[in-house]
């Protein structure tokens, strides 16, 4: 081949890369994309929102009542609590363990903050501060029986679910519960507290704002390193469909009593840590070792610390979790973190999409599950229904996203063999 039959045939493919380039987003290639994620196992949010989508279509078609503003509103007060303790599960699902305890460590931070707050006297923030430090602590502990003695996380949180347990009742005694004062700034967060309209209304506003200029920056980058990358135009639909949901879910709760500042919370918890696990070299290592912890280690992860982190964290969003609840339910009682708490929480990460198996999860897993479980708690609620019926239901809803992730791994790992 000579010099310039070579330099047309590189021009001609370079062309045809450009061709490619160009149509990425038009409609077809965009579904067409889609579909080649989902059949790799990249299945993402999809099963959660349909499942959510069909939850809310069979429960408001047999008690129009739940999804009245004000039921909506009551759910997202109610999603806060355990939504946080799920975002602690995220972090270490990430890292392939799990901690059996943090309901247990919610109801004993709850606890904490009802005896120094009420019985001693402290500064509410003091004693707050205290209990989010003493979770932290837990994790720690945790965190040093895995790395140092090798002892399984199963076994060491399962210890801990008891221990701590035990702690509450004693810190609680003979009366078994704490009443919180009403009226109080941390019992108006739980149970009153909502956001000004115009306020609610420019926080969605910039939620769409910040994921455009994210998008733009990543597309940016994309094209100087020569990939392919989403057209402007897309991206502003794309902010805009966002933008138009946004709003009009903010218009709708406005309707009753409007958007929960505990819950505004929550959701900012969620893209913080969305941020921190997609954007920082911690996070990338989260599921470095999550996927890998040999390789990880070989790449020169300090695999220990990241462990660390994973432990404290999870520890730590328990506790925050436990102190919502107090708030939520005005009292830190013996009942405080046992039940379904501990279930509940663990069960919305994976219903969100956090894998089992460790290396993938997302913030948000935590929002959408939460959301999911305590959508079917409230639908049944409203018909009347039995708690067993809410168990069951959730189990198989459990059940069916750990077929799916499990699935989805299969597919995964068949699709990057062939």
């Not at 819950?263 to 893209?271: N, Q």
Request: glycine share 12%; charged share 10%.
């Amino acid at each position: 081949m000579t010099d310039d039959t070579q330099q047309i045939s590189t021009a001609r493919l370079l062309d045809r890369s450009d061709e490619r380039v160009r149509h990425a987003d038009t409609l077809g290639n965009t579904i067409s994309a889609f579909v080649d994620r989902v059949r790799s196992g990249d299945l993402g949010s999809l099963p959660v929102v349909v499942g959510l989508i069909v939850i809310c279509t069979a429960f408001e078609s047999l008690n129009p009542v739940f999804l009245a503003p004000n039921n909506l509103v009551n759910l997202l007060f109610d999603c806060s609590t355990v939504g946080v303790i799920s975002l602690g599960i995220v972090c270490i699902l990430m890292v392939g363990e799990i901690d059996l305890s943090v309901g247990s460590v919610s109801g004993f931070a709850s606890a904490l903050v009802g005896v120094l707050w009420v019985g001693q006297d402290w500064p509410v923030a003091v004693a707050i501060v205290t209990a989010l430090v003493l979770g932290g602590a837990i994790g720690a502990l945790y965190a040093f029986l895995f790395n140092r003695l090798g002892m399984p996380s199963f076994v060491s949180t399962l210890a801990g679910l008891l221990g701590w347990l035990g702690l509450q009742l004693y810190l609680l005694g003979s009366s078994g519960s704490i009443n919180l004062p009403y009226g109080s700034p941390l019992v108006n967060f739980g149970q009153m507290l909502v956001m000004p309209p115009i306020v609610s209304y420019v926080l969605a506003a910039v939620a769409s704002l910040v994921m455009f200029v994210t998008g733009y920056r990543t597309a940016a980058r994309r094209r100087q390193a020569g990939l392919s990358a989403s057209s402007l135009g897309r991206m502003v639909l794309k902010a805009l469909l966002v933008t138009v949901l946004l709003e009009f879910v903010v218009y709708y709760l406005n309707l009753g009593r409007g958007v929960p500042w505990m819950f505004g919370l929550f959701v900012g918890l969620c893209v913080v840590m969305n941020y921190a696990l997609t954007r920082t070299k911690w996070g990338r290592s989260m599921s470095a070792v999550g996927g890998n912890r040999e390789a990880a280690r070989r790449a020169g992860i300090n695999v220990r610390r990241v462990y660390l982190s994973a432990f404290v964290l999870c520890s730590t969003l328990a506790a925050a979790g436990g102190i919502l609840a107090a708030a939520r339910l005005a009292s830190s009682s013996q009942q405080a973190g046992t039940g379904d708490v501990n279930l509940n929480a663990i069960a919305a990460a994976v219903i969100g999409g956090t894998s089992l198996f460790g290396g993938r999860g997302s913030a948000y897993s935590a929002l959408l599950g939460v959301i999911v479980i305590q959508s079917i708690a409230s639908g049944l609620t409203l018909l009347d229904l039995s708690s067993s019926l809410r168990y069951m239901i959730t189990g198989a809803v459990l059940a069916i996203a750990v077929i799916v992730d499990s699935l989805a791994r299969r597919s995964r790992l068949s699709h990057g063999r062939a």
